[in-house]
């Protein structure tokens, strides 16, 4: 069994090399300009500091984002992929280090369960 194994690596170009870490992937945040971000084959997740107050704005569609804060547009991507607009949901959370700043946490499900190379086009 272990040679065949060895033989079908052999002849498929299989290697024992493992794959470099994709961007965002296995809870690896990265940052980018107004946000972060993570995945994983399933989901994304962005991360957004805004003002306590007033309320965000968060539009979803299915290839791009929106965060607006009052008139203030906080984040406006257009994602490298679509994903499902019913399993995308957001929530606030304190920002542990200002406390007049919130987090907003962005999450979405990806269309296809796939890794992305990168979050936005």
Known sequence: ?????EYQAGTMGVSDERQAVVDG?????QEAEGYSW???????????????????????????????VGCDVKVALELYA???????????ET?????????LVITCEKSECVTWPRIVT
């Open 1 to 5: 069994a272990v040679q065949n194994l």
């Open 38 to 68: 993570t995945q994983t084959n399933d989901e994304i997740e962005i991360r957004v500091k805004i003002p306590a107050t007033p309320k965000p704005t968060v539009t979803f569609r299915p290839m791009t984002l929106r965060v607006s």
């Open 95 to 103: 920002n542990k280090d200002k406390k007049n700043e919130k987090v």
């Open 82 to 92: 679509r994903v499902d607009m019913d399993g995308c949901t957001w929530t606030l």
């Open 25 to 29: 992937m296995d809870g690896t945040e």
